[in-house]
């Protein structure tokens, strides 16, 4: 399985680059801003451009003289996005032209050697020459005219930088078919069985869960992995065949089969996995848009921080399920915890339909409660949902609260059927739907939600009017 291909928008101050992310990850913002608490990060977010998926980065900025301070910091992460990225676009300004802050940029570009796309923003009415022409001299190739707020020449520059990588994925899989490596471990008997058991598996994806375990650096969550793994033989663990690739460990629990999307690269190193990459917001990103379920954990000895909230926002906006492990509750006095549950309730209210567990990663208190609400977080997720029943619930909970008027006309809901799973998607038909109020729709959420029982899973409605 393949992680969705990354694209990083690099440039100075001013050249475009939050005007042509917003316009390429069009964010379902609506989805998810009334979640009070939530700071959201708008440096990360699902590409929409044709019908590739890919994951766009907003770089905020570049400061490649900076020395220390903030300054820095923002290089710092720049740079970890750049390499982390798969194809850069470096944004210049049409009208202000060429500077020298450019010409540094190019030059540390040039350095990485990533593939760069050089992007000449702000050429809207522009002739193409004329927009384009002073740009060759960066060195980087083909100037691409764009016009981030117009739109114009944005699909053909995303799809082609996609196409790109395409090619080299072709050929980096090629070359590589030979070095792939094996689980090494002594072949026995019945690790010839679990292969074939892990084959039927691949063959029937939905049964296995995959599971990604999510937060920021030292809230323990190799240490969850090797309680995990400790406890269960691994029965496969797959190395990557390009860089794009996703490492998926298999495991099996309780008679769950799980697939983990790990997102740092662990490494067998004797009896435990160790973490070779550190913390990284792609791959990050990458292992909860590949994943089904997603375990967010957070540390109960720390207060909840923004990067936190990003990370939880993320999962908000792929729509993957969710379970909250709040870590290192061994660590705590009694009399702490009661206040302790209620603060991290409380901000996490925005999270209120995942189910939310103290853990010990390390002494293992806690983990199989976890991992009870992953799989019903699962099944949640992959719910089969009949449109006759579907149809019952919405007219009961029409007749007990009917939508508001707008105007003359009183929105009409005939029948709803599934649209989707993981995460749930509920097609309501009528006429005069696109009047519902948001309000409205989170009342007809709750009583699906009730209804249907899916706890752990974000869930989407989506109205259809006939006219
Ligand atoms: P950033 O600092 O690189 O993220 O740049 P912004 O996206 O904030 O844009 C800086 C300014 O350039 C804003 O005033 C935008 O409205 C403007 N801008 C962005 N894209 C275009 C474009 O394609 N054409 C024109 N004329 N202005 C643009
Ligand atoms: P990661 O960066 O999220 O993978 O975090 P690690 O698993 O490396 O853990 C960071 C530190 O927290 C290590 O020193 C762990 O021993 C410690 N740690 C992890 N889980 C727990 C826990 O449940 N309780 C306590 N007290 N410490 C933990």
Same mark, same amino acid.
């Given at each position: 399985?393949?992680?969705?291909?990354?694209?990083?928008?690099?440039?100075?101050?001013?050249?475009?680059?939050?005007? /042509? #992310?917003?316009?390429?990850?069009?964010?379902?913002?609506?989805?998810?801003?009334?979640?009070?608490?939530?700071?959201?990060?708008?440096?990360?977010? =699902?590409?929409?451009?044709?019908?590739?998926? #890919?994951?766009?980065?907003?770089?905020?900025?570049?400061?490649?003289?900076?020395?220390?301070? !903030?300054?820095?910091?923002?290089?710092?992460?720049?740079?970890?996005? !750049?390499? =982390?990225?798969?194809?850069?676009?470096?944004?210049?300004?049409?009208?202000?032209?060429?500077?020298?802050?450019?010409?540094?940029?190019?030059?540390?570009?040039?350095?990485?050697?990533?593939?760069?796309?050089?992007?000449?923003?702000?050429?809207?009415?522009?002739?193409?020459?004329?927009?384009?022409?002073?740009?060759?001299?960066?060195?980087?190739?083909? %100037?691409?005219?764009?016009?981030?707020?117009?739109?114009?020449?944005?699909?053909?520059?995303?799809?082609?930088?996609?196409?790109?990588?395409?090619?080299?994925?072709?050929?980096? @899989?090629?070359?590589?078919?030979?070095?792939?490596?094996?689980?090494?471990?002594?072949?026995?008997?019945?690790?010839?069985?679990?292969? !074939?058991?892990?084959?039927?598996?691949?063959?029937?994806?939905?049964?296995?869960?995959?599971?990604?375990?999510?937060?920021?650096?030292?809230?323990?969550?190799?240490?969850?992995?090797?309680? &995990?793994?400790?406890?269960?033989?691994?029965? @496969?663990?797959?190395?990557?065949?390009?860089?794009?690739?996703?490492?998926?460990?298999?495991?099996?629990?309780?008679?769950?089969?799980?697939?983990?999307?790990?997102?740092?690269?662990?490494?067998?190193?004797?009896?435990?996995?160790?973490?070779?990459?550190?913390?990284?917001?792609?791959?990050?990103?990458?292992?909860?848009?590949?994943?089904?379920?997603?375990?967010?954990?957070?540390?109960?000895?720390?207060?909840?921080?923004?990067?936190?909230?990003?990370?939880?926002?993320?999962? &908000?906006?792929?729509?993957?399920?969710?379970?909250?492990?709040?870590?290192?509750?061994?660590?705590?006095?009694?009399?702490?915890?009661?206040?302790?549950?209620?603060?991290?309730?409380?901000?996490?209210?925005?999270?209120?339909?995942?189910?939310?567990?103290?853990?010990?990663?390390?002494?293992?208190?806690?983990?199989?409660?976890?991992?009870?609400?992953? !799989?019903?977080?699962?099944?949640?997720?992959?719910?089969? /949902?009949?449109?006759?029943? /579907?149809?019952?619930?919405?007219?009961?909970?029409?007749?007990?609260?009917? %939508?508001?008027?707008?105007?003359?006309?009183?929105?009409?809901?005939?029948?709803?059927?599934?649209?989707?799973?993981?995460?749930? &998607?509920?097609?309501?038909?009528?006429?005069?739907?696109?009047?519902?109020?948001?309000?409205?729709?989170?009342?007809?959420?709750?009583?699906?939600?009730? =209804?249907?029982? &899916?706890?752990?899973?974000?869930?989407?409605? =989506?109205?259809?009017?006939?006219?």
């Amino acid at each position: 399985m393949a992680f969705k291909p990354v694209v990083a928008l690099v440039g100075r101050a001013n050249v475009g680059k939050s005007t /042509l #992310f917003n316009r390429i990850t069009r964010s379902r913002a609506a989805l998810v801003a009334d979640f009070s608490g939530l700071t959201r990060d708008r440096h990360y977010g =699902e590409g929409r451009v044709g019908d590739r998926p #890919f994951i766009a980065v907003d770089t905020g900025g570049f400061e490649p003289v900076a020395k220390d301070g !903030i300054l820095l910091e923002m290089a710092r992460q720049t740079q970890q996005a !750049i390499a =982390e990225s798969d194809v850069v676009i470096f944004l210049v300004d049409a009208r202000a032209g060429v500077n020298a802050h450019d010409h540094e940029i190019a030059t540390l570009l040039r350095k990485t050697g990533q593939r760069v796309m050089l992007a000449v923003n702000k050429a809207e009415g522009m002739r193409y020459g004329s927009a384009t022409a002073e740009f060759h001299e960066l060195g980087l190739g083909e %100037p691409h005219p764009i016009s981030a707020s117009h739109g114009d020449g944005v699909v053909d520059l995303i799809e082609l930088a996609l196409s790109y990588l395409d090619e080299e994925g072709a050929a980096v @899989a090629e070359h590589d078919e030979e070095d792939i490596a094996f689980d090494t471990s002594e072949p026995t008997d019945e690790s010839a069985q679990d292969d !074939i058991a892990a084959e039927a598996a691949e063959a029937a994806p939905d049964h296995r869960i995959k599971l990604a375990i999510v937060g920021r650096p030292n809230v323990g969550k190799s240490t969850l992995i090797n309680t &995990l793994l400790g406890e269960e033989r691994v029965i @496969a663990f797959d190395m990557p065949g390009t860089t794009r690739d996703a490492i998926e460990i298999e495991f099996d629990r309780g008679g769950v089969g799980y697939t983990l999307i790990d997102t740092a690269g662990l490494r067998r190193r004797g009896k435990v996995f160790e973490a070779v990459e550190k913390f990284s917001v792609i791959k990050t990103l990458q292992a909860i848009e590949a994943s089904n379920v997603v375990v967010l954990m957070l540390d109960a000895q720390n207060e909840i921080s923004d990067q936190d909230a990003h990370i939880a926002g993320f999962v &908000l906006e792929t729509g993957r399920a969710l379970v909250v492990a709040i870590n290192k509750w061994d660590g705590l006095d009694g009399e702490h915890r009661d206040r302790i549950l209620r603060e991290f309730e409380r901000k996490l209210r925005f999270l209120s339909f995942a189910k939310m567990h103290t853990t010990s990663a390390l002494n293992g208190q806690g983990v199989n409660a976890l991992l009870k609400s992953v !799989i019903a977080a699962h099944a949640a997720a992959f719910a089969k /949902l009949s449109t006759p029943r /579907l149809t019952r619930v919405l007219h009961a909970a029409v007749e007990q609260q009917q %939508p508001p008027r707008k105007g003359i006309f009183r929105p009409k809901m005939r029948y709803a059927h599934q649209g989707g799973q993981n995460p749930p &998607l509920i097609v309501i038909h009528g006429n005069a739907l696109d009047a519902i109020p948001d309000s409205y729709r989170r009342y007809l959420e709750t009583r699906f939600r009730t =209804e249907f029982k &899916l706890d752990g899973t974000p869930l989407r409605i =989506e109205f259809k009017s006939s006219h």
